[in-house]
């Protein structure tokens, strides 16, 4: 069987993994290992020290032991801070390390908007302001043209993580532009396996999501296609990028 493995930092909605394995069907087996995520603060220079080398480094052996064949750093916001070029890097430098196939969340999105075809998006985002941005340029080099940005200014991923599915809704709405084609809600703390229904339901366009991204993110890089509509209209597509 087939099995993609994640780094998650921390612990707020990792959850949502066995979550979406369940929904998969048991098709794939998503292990995940924690990371030390040293301060639990979305600010930037926490977030590079999220996402060092040598922090992921940490769980590349547990992973590969638990027979992971491609690996996902699960975290947006400690990828995209880094820019376009130092997120290539941070990939390049865990897929040297793993020895296998790896990613980010960030990618993940870019991969998705492409993959779905839309060239306009909106970004609901938990985070403070500036992180908000890093996103929205991170977005903008990958070709993606941006034409919202709506940050909540939420500091900590604990907090986040206790977000249900009002708190989601509401996000999602607030973040919502009318030509935005797809609405991204860029936060791996943020419990959304359980929602993507109702968010494309309530904003009557496809929605992606962090944690729902990062498993398809770790799928493409098996070249494996799995369809399950429950995981949004990106899980209801067929081509990969």
């Known amino acids: 069987m087939a099995s993609v493995?994640?780094?998650?930092?921390?612990?707020s909605a990792e959850d949502d993994y066995p979550r979406i394995e369940t929904l998969l069907g048991g098709t794939v087996r998503l292990p995940l290992v924690h990371t030390d995520i040293g301060e639990d603060a979305h600010r930037v220079d926490a977030l590079l020290e999220m996402g060092s080398a040598a922090r992921l480094a940490a769980g590349v052996d547990e992973l590969k032991e638990r027979g992971a064949e491609a690996?996902?750093?699960?975290?947006?916001?400690?990828?995209?801070?880094?820019?376009?070029?130092?997120?290539h890097e941070q990939v390049r430098e865990l897929s040297a390390?793993?020895?296998?196939?790896?990613?980010?969340?960030?990618?993940?999105?870019?991969?998705?908007?492409?993959?779905?075809?839309?060239?306009?998006?909106?970004?609901?985002?938990?985070?403070?302001?500036?992180?908000?941005?890093?996103?929205?340029?991170f977005l903008k080099s990958a070709g993606t043209e941006v034409v919202s940005t709506r940050a909540s200014g939420i500091i900590t991923a604990a907090e986040v993580g206790t977000w249900g599915r009002a708190e989601v809704l509401a996000l999602a709405r607030a973040g919502d532009h009318p030509d935005?084609?797809?609405?991204?809600?860029?936060?791996?703390?943020?419990?959304?396996?359980?929602?993507?229904?109702?968010?494309?339901?309530?904003?009557?366009?496809p929605v992606l999501t962090a944690n729902q991204v990062t498993v398809w993110e770790g799928l493409r890089l098996l070249d494996r296609t799995l369809s399950c509509p429950v995981l949004g209209t990106l899980f209801s597509r067929t081509s990969h990028v």
Do not use: M, N
Request: net charge negative; hydrophobic share 50%; charged share 15%.
């Open 180 to 205: 935005a084609e797809v609405v991204l809600l860029p936060d791996t703390a943020l419990h959304t396996a359980d929602h993507l229904p109702a968010l494309e339901a309530e904003l009557r366009k």
């Open 71 to 87: 690996v996902v750093w699960s975290c947006t916001s400690a990828s995209f801070v880094f820019g376009w070029e130092g997120a």
């Open 97 to 137: 390390t793993a020895g296998l196939p790896a990613s980010s969340t960030s990618f993940a999105f870019a991969h998705a908007v492409q993959a779905l075809g839309a060239r306009r998006v909106a970004i609901a985002a938990t985070y403070p302001d500036d992180v908000a941005e890093h996103f929205h340029a």
């Open 5 to 11: 493995g994640f780094l998650y930092p921390g612990y």
